[in-house]
């Protein structure tokens, strides 16, 4: 190793900027010689409409050791990097006098804490959700302040609950009380977004070359790379393999989905026209590019809405033809009940891919895992009662080794979900006093 690399440091080709995982090259030597640690942690924010089969997700035991219950078996591989924290509530999701809409309250709420204002017209009104609270603060540090990504697109004006306006069921994120942050859904369009960078004539040629030719974005940028690896230890060079090896393999799927979906422009670019068919290969290509954006220090605050709150989607892949909100209203039918855990374990088994790949990759401080936080959950406990206490949510990730996992934590019902999002944001170095209805920082874990 001849120099120390800058963490910033991007490699450069037409139209494409490539940001870099964390290499040993990028460290001062006495941090690689001495016990300090160098950690970047993130933060991630999973969302699961509809509420939770509760009796097949909570476990029966508290604190470690706990069997994992029917909902969260696909955790398995993963069981001591994550727990669940069982009485976590938002009391902002009830009505509180506004009457029905629970589903487009629960997910306003969900990150911010404070009660919506009920209205379908353009007067929406909610308040900074603990995500953008964080990339308020640390989005000078990357290219990106935050991503918000989901597997469903949402309206941001008309009626989609009960007189409330379509913009709180289809987002969680709000950089303010009246500014939603509108996810993407297209993975190719997140694609671009991360590595098609540069002067915008650049750019189209970058994508034209792209999909005349078959090309990766490693094409445009390999001069750059080969110039780095001169300057690289043999693990660094191992570790700018296996990155590049993980943007041509989403690269692949990406093209394999496009040829499907794409319709060409009279330049003769693929304009991607839609999203995967396949909902669990959705979920999974946006969950690696989430995790990319993570690796390559592009972002450290994103949110995922595995699907807007209220959603009917069908789930025939696992044998569920019938629509997930129609199922979340079981009425205590086993027939239904069923198939609302069926549904949830379909959710969870998404969430353990997305884990297990984050925990395989390897930093010069444990793995991207152990230097992240991921809540996973939703703003609703049972679907059939609507309410908003008691609600199913796990938090995975070690933040630097600052978090004791593998625990059941149950607090007493009502606790303010807000607790959570505060101790997590001291774990990012963002200490807050208050967001929304928080007593205070939640304890136990951290």
Same mark, same amino acid.
Request: net charge neutral.
């Given at each position: 190793?001849?120099?120390?690399?800058? #963490? %910033?440091?991007?490699?450069?080709?037409?139209?494409?900027?490539?940001?870099?995982?964390?290499?040993?090259?990028?460290?001062?030597?006495?941090?690689?010689?001495?016990?300090? &640690?160098?950690?970047?942690?993130?933060?991630?924010? @999973?969302?699961?409409?509809?509420?939770?089969?509760?009796?097949?997700?909570?476990?029966?035991?508290?604190?470690?050791?706990?069997?994992?219950?029917?909902?969260?078996?696909?955790?398995?591989?993963?069981?001591?990097?994550?727990?669940?924290?069982?009485?976590?509530?938002?009391?902002?999701?009830?009505?509180?006098?506004?009457? +029905?809409?629970?589903?487009?309250?629960?997910?306003?709420?969900?990150?911010?804490?404070?009660?919506?204002?009920?209205?379908?017209?353009? *007067?929406?009104?909610?308040?900074?959700?603990?995500?953008? =609270?964080?990339?308020?603060? @640390?989005?000078?540090?990357?290219?990106?302040?935050? !991503?918000? !990504?989901?597997?469903?697109?949402?309206?941001?004006?008309?009626?989609?609950?009960?007189?409330?306006?379509?913009?709180?069921? /289809?987002?969680?994120?709000?950089?303010?009380?009246?500014? +939603?942050?509108? &996810?993407?859904?297209?993975? %190719?369009?997140?694609?671009?977004?991360?590595?098609?960078?540069?002067?915008?004539?650049?750019?189209?040629?970058?994508?034209?070359? #792209?999909?005349?030719?078959? %090309?990766?974005?490693?094409?445009?940028?390999?001069?750059?790379?080969?110039?780095?690896?001169?300057?690289?230890?043999?693990?660094?060079?191992?570790?700018?393999?296996?990155?590049?090896?993980?943007?041509?393999?989403?690269?692949?799927?990406?093209?394999?989905?496009? %040829?499907?979906?794409?319709?060409?422009?009279?330049?003769?670019?693929? !304009?991607?026209?839609?999203?995967?068919?396949?909902?669990?290969?959705?979920?999974?290509?946006?969950? *690696?590019?989430?995790?990319?954006?993570?690796?390559?220090?592009?972002?450290?605050?994103?949110?995922?809405?595995?699907?807007?709150?209220?959603?009917?989607?069908?789930?025939?892949?696992?044998? =569920?033809?019938?629509?997930?909100?129609?199922?979340?209203?079981?009425?205590?039918?086993?027939?239904?009940?069923?198939?609302?855990?069926?549904?949830?374990?379909?959710?969870?088994?998404?969430?353990?891919?997305?884990?297990?790949?984050?925990?395989?990759?390897?930093? +010069?401080?444990?793995?991207?895992?152990?230097? /992240?936080?991921?809540?996973?959950?939703?703003?609703?406990?049972?679907?059939?009662?609507?309410?908003?206490? *008691?609600?199913?949510?796990?938090?995975?990730?070690?933040?630097?080794?600052? !978090?004791?996992?593998?625990?059941?934590?149950?607090? +007493?019902?009502?606790?303010?979900?807000?607790?959570?999002?505060?101790?997590?944001?001291?774990?990012?170095?963002?200490?807050?006093?208050?967001?929304? *209805?928080?007593?205070? &920082? @939640?304890?136990?874990?951290?």
């Amino acid at each position: 190793m001849s120099r120390l690399i800058p #963490r %910033r440091t991007f490699l450069k080709g037409i139209g494409t900027v490539m940001a870099l995982p964390l290499l040993e090259a990028m460290l001062p030597l006495t941090a690689l010689a001495s016990s300090a &640690k160098v950690r970047t942690t993130r933060m991630a924010f @999973l969302f699961v409409p509809n509420g939770m089969s509760m009796p097949h997700w909570t476990p029966s035991s508290e604190g470690p050791g706990f069997v994992l219950p029917e909902v969260l078996q696909p955790l398995q591989r993963v069981r001591g990097q994550f727990s669940v924290l069982t009485g976590l509530s938002q009391r902002n999701a009830f009505a509180l006098g506004d009457g +029905p809409g629970d589903h487009a309250r629960s997910a306003a709420a969900w990150l911010t804490g404070v009660h919506p204002k009920k209205t379908a017209g353009a *007067d929406i009104k909610a308040a900074i959700s603990a995500d953008q =609270v964080a990339a308020v603060r @640390l989005g000078h540090l990357t290219p990106f302040p935050s !991503i918000e !990504i989901g597997c469903e697109r949402g309206a941001e004006a008309g009626n989609c609950d009960s007189g409330y306006s379509c913009a709180y069921s /289809s987002n969680i994120s709000w950089r303010g009380e009246s500014t +939603p942050m509108a &996810k993407e859904v297209n993975p %190719r369009l997140i694609f671009e977004r991360l590595f098609g960078k540069g002067e915008k004539g650049e750019t189209l040629e970058s994508r034209v070359l #792209r999909s005349r030719y078959n %090309r990766s974005v490693l094409d445009f940028v390999m001069e750059d790379a080969s110039r780095l690896r001169t300057e690289l230890g043999v693990r660094d060079q191992r570790k700018l393999d296996e990155y590049f090896t993980a943007v041509r393999e989403i690269e692949e799927r990406l093209s394999k989905f496009d %040829r499907v979906t794409s319709t060409a422009n009279a330049g003769g670019v693929r !304009i991607p026209s839609g999203v995967p068919q396949d909902y669990s290969e959705h979920i999974r290509l946006l969950g *690696d590019m989430m995790i990319l954006a993570f690796e390559s220090d592009l972002t450290r605050v994103a949110t995922f809405m595995f699907a807007n709150e209220g959603s009917n989607r069908s789930y025939p892949l696992i044998g =569920v033809p019938e629509g997930h909100h129609d199922m979340s209203h079981h009425g205590t039918d086993p027939m239904k009940l069923k198939k609302k855990s069926q549904i949830d374990q379909f959710h969870v088994t998404q969430l353990a891919y997305i884990l297990e790949k984050m925990a395989s990759i390897k930093e +010069p401080e444990g793995s991207l895992l152990d230097n /992240s936080m991921v809540c996973y959950g939703g703003g609703i406990g049972d679907g059939d009662r609507h309410n908003h206490d *008691d609600l199913p949510i796990l938090l995975a990730g070690r933040a630097g080794g600052t !978090i004791h996992q593998g625990v059941h934590a149950v607090y +007493p019902n009502g606790t303010p979900l807000n607790n959570l999002f505060l101790s997590m944001l001291d774990r990012m170095g963002l200490p807050t006093e208050t967001l929304g *209805d928080s007593t205070g &920082k @939640l304890e136990h874990l951290f």
